[in-house]
T-cell receptor, first 116, second 114 residues
Framework: AQTVTQSQPEMSVQEAETVTLSCTYD???????LFWYKQPPSRQMILVIR??????QNATENRFSVNFQKAAKSFSLKISDSQLGDTAMYFCAFMKRGPGNTPLVFGKGTRLSVIA | NAGVMQNPRHLVRRRGQEARLRCSPMKGHSHVYWYRQLPEEGLKFMVY????????ESGMPKERFSAEFPKEGPSILRIQQVVRGDSAAYFC????????????FGDGTRLSIL
């Protein structure tokens, strides 16, 4: 069974600064995907970024980037130039690679507050 | 291009009543997943369905909970004889038929048990 651990229940960052959210996971699988989802107060689940484990290059999406360390089973999210709209719960998630599709395994989340 | 549609957005039930939560997947998606989110927790997988077929129900409680995804119409998560501990947000996600596709989430149904 896979587990995902987010060790920071809450974090805060000044607007325009950079913040890094931590995530570690445990699995015996070699092929899988990792995700960061954002859940603002509206409770939507929004996909922020996705990483394929067989790709060494770290994924980036505009101000969001990851530091994927496969050997250490670590998958941190860096948010650059933080904006007030980044205030949300952030969930790290794991998905085993198919065949077919498989469910996501989520961490407990990190509540990020961006302060003006 | 409508996303995943869940209704109702909020549902209030008294203990012992039945709750029915509906989910219409994104157009072109044939796989549906249900997750439950307890307060201050991450989402926990419940069940994975394709049309007329349950693929994985390893996260479903053994009693009172059932799910279906009929050939026509939305997927339904049904909770019979609800108890206070069923209060949670229930999220539905969908994905296309191709392997290893990202899941797109609905806005969730918040279930409150009086």
């Amino acid at each position: 069974a896979q587990t995902v651990t987010q060790s920071q229940p809450e974090m805060s960052v000044q607007e325009a600064e950079t913040v890094t959210l931590s995530c570690t996971y445990d699995t015996s699988e070699n092929n899988y995907y990792l995700f960061w989802y954002k859940q603002p107060p509206s409770r939507q689940m929004i996909l922020v970024i996705r990483q394929e484990a067989y790709k060494q290059q770290n994924a980036t999406e505009n101000r969001f980037s990851v530091n994927f360390q496969k050997a250490a089973k670590s998958f941190s999210l860096k948010i650059s130039d933080s904006q007030l709209g980044d205030t949300a719960m952030y969930f790290c998630a794991f998905m085993k690679r198919g065949p077919g599709n498989t469910p996501l395994v989520f961490g407990k989340g990190t509540r990020l507050s961006v302060i003006a | 291009n409508a996303g995943v549609m869940q209704n109702p957005r909020h549902l209030v039930r008294r203990r012992g009543q039945e709750a029915r939560l509906r989910c219409s997947p994104m157009k072109g998606h044939s796989h549906v997943y249900w997750y439950r989110q307890l307060p201050e927790e991450g989402l926990k997988f419940m069940v994975y369905l394709q049309k007329e077929n349950i693929i994985d129900e390893s996260g479903m409680p053994k009693e009172r909970f059932s799910a279906e995804f009929p050939k026509e119409g939305p997927s339904i998560l049904r909770i019979q004889q609800v108890v206070r501990g069923d209060s949670a947000a229930y999220f539905c996600a969908s994905s296309p038929v191709a392997d290893n596709q990202p899941q797109h989430f609905g806005d969730g149904t918040r279930l409150s048990i009086l």
